[in-house]
C-alpha cells in the first residue's frame, strides 16, 4: 500500500533469576534497512528523518537525516513488518507499508518522490466499483488493525503495571478483533500464567505456536517452547515441560542450554529442588561450560543426598564433580567460596564413608 502526505540447607535456596523469552521479543533476530530517498524535484533528499514503524507490536525506529546523497541505513531491526515513511519539517511525504526486514540481511526500500507524483498526475481517474470496493474493505481492515493495536498495546501497558488479569482482558479482546497474531495470543498466555490459569495460558501458547507455523520463524518458536515449558512446569507437569524444551532446543540449540537452566530455575522456585536437578543436568549436557548450571545442578543434587543413622551426608553421585566443574569455570565465580566449602565438605564426607567400608568385617569371617 502505498500513500501521499500520510552444604547449604535447601530451605535457604535462593530464588533463582530467569532470563525470559518474553514474547515478540525474539533471540537477536535482526536485520537491516538501506535505500535513497529522491526528492519532488529528482535531486536526492538530505537531511529529512526516515521512520520505521513496527506493524506487530508498538515500537519505533528513525534515521534522523539523510546524508548527502539522500541514503539511508538502520541495521539491527527485529525480522518483522514495518510501515517506512519520509518525514521533513513534520510533515510526512510518502510512505511504504508491509515492508519485510530479512533475517540477517538488508531489505532495501528506495523513495522516488518525484517519480511518484509524475505516475500519480498520469493516472488520474474514476476509481471501478471494484476498487471502490477493495478500498472500503481495505479501511475497514484499517480499522480493525488500529483497534486491535490498541487492545493490544493496553494489555502491555497493564501487563508491565503487573495487572494480569485486566491484561488478560485486553488481549482478549484484541485477539477478537484479530485471531491470526500469534504475539496476541502468546502475551494472553503470559498473562493468564501470572494469574496461575495455567491450563489456558497452556492452550493459548498452543495456538500461538499454531499460528506461528502460517509464516515460520524458528527463534520466536523456540522462545514460546521455552515458554511453554515453564508453565508446564509451575502446573507440575514435568513430562511436558521436558518435552517443550527439548522442542525449544531442536528449534534453536544455540539457547538450549538456557532453556533448560530456565526450566530447572522455575522448579528451584516452585520448591521443587530434586525434580530441578534433572533441568540443570540437562543444560550441562547440552552446554558443559554452562557455570552456573554446573553449580546449580551440584546444589539441587543435595536434595538427593543420603543421611546415615550417625547423621553423615552422602551426596548423590554427580554432585562433588558439579561443584568442581564450576569451580573450573569460574575459579572466581559468585558462587566459588561455596563451591570449594562444599567439596570439602562431601569429600571429607565420602572418603570417611569409603573408609568404613574397608574396615568393616566381612561377613561370616572371624576376628582375630
Known amino acids: 500500500m502505498r500513500k501521499v502526505v500520510k552444604l547449604l540447607p535447601l530451605s535457604l535456596l535462593p530464588l533463582i533469576l530467569i532470563t525470559l523469552l518474553t514474547p515478540g521479543e525474539g533471540l537477536a533476530q535482526t536485520g537491516s534497512l538501506?535505500?535513497?530517498?529522491?526528492?519532488f524535484d529528482g535531486a536526492p533528499l538530505v537531511g529529512v528523518t526516515v521512520t520505521i514503524d513496527r506493524k506487530d507490536i508498538k515500537q519505533h525506529f528513525e534515521i534522523k537525516k539523510t546524508d548527502k546523497k539522500g541514503r539511508f541505513f538502520h541495521a539491527g531491526l527485529p525480522?518483522?513488518?514495518y510501515r517506512v515513511g519520509v518525514v521533513q519539517d513534520g510533515k510526512e511525504l510518502y510512505y511504504f507499508d508491509n515492508i519485510k526486514v530479512p533475517l540477517g540481511d538488508?531489505?532495501?526500500v528506495d523513495?522516488?518522490?518525484k517519480q511518484e507524483m509524475e505516475r500519480a498526475k498520469a493516472q488520474p481517474r474514476e476509481m471501478t466499483a471494484e476498487e471502490k470496493a477493495a478500498q472500503a474493505k481495505q479501511e475497514e481492515e484499517n480499522k480493525?488493525?488500529?483497534?486491535?493495536?490498541?487492545?493490544?498495546e493496553k494489555g502491555r501497558e497493564l501487563f508491565?503495571?503487573?495487572?494480569?488479569?485486566q491484561a488478560a482482558e485486553e488481549f482478549k479482546a484484541a485477539a477478537e478483533l484479530d485471531a491470526t497474531q500469534h504475539v496476541i495470543f502468546a502475551n494472553l498466555a503470559e498473562a493468564q500464567k501470572n494469574t496461575r490459569k495455567y491450563d489456558d495460558a497452556i492452550q493459548n501458547y498452543a495456538k500461538a505456536?499454531?499460528?506461528l507455523a502460517a509464516k515460520p520463524d524458528p527463534a520466536v518458536e523456540a522462545s514460546y517452547h521455552t515458554n511453554l515449558a515453564l508453565i508446564y512446569a509451575m502446573a507440575g507437569k514435568m513430562a511436558e515441560a521436558l518435552g517443550e524444551t527439548e522442542k525449544s532446543t531442536a528449534l534453536n540449540p544455540s539457547t538450549g542450554s538456557k532453556?533448560?537452566?530456565n526450566l530447572g530455575a522455575t522448579l528451584v522456585n516452585s520448591g521443587k529442588p530434586s525434580e530441578a536437578a534433572d533441568a540443570f543436568k540437562k543444560a550441562t549436557e547440552v552446554d558443559p561450560n554452562n557455570a552456573d548450571a554446573q553449580y546449580q545442578l551440584g546444589i539441587c543434587l543435595m536434595a538427593r543426598a543420603q543421611t546415615t543413622p550417625e547423621g553423615k551426608v552422602i551426596p548423590a553421585p554427580g554432585t562433588i564433580e558439579a561443584f568442581q566443574k564450576y569451580i573450573e569455570l569460574k575459579p572466581n565465580g559468585s558462587y566459588a567460596a561455596v563451591a570449594r566449602d562444599m567439596i570439602t565438605t562431601l569429600s571429607a564426607t565420602v572418603e570417611t564413608k569409603y573408609k568404613a567400608e574397608k574396615e568393616k568385617p566381612v561377613s561370616g569371617a572371624k576376628k582375630k
Request: charged share 30%; hydrophobic share 40%.
Open 34 to 39: 538501506e535505500g535513497e530517498v529522491i526528492g
Open 79 to 81: 525480522v518483522a513488518y
Open 106 to 108: 538488508t531489505g532495501k
Open 111 to 113: 523513495f522516488n518522490l
Open 144 to 152: 480493525k488493525y488500529e483497534g486491535m493495536r490498541g487492545r493490544f
Open 160 to 165: 508491565l503495571a503487573k495487572q494480569y488479569e
Open 209 to 211: 505456536i499454531e499460528l
Open 259 to 261: 532453556a533448560y537452566f
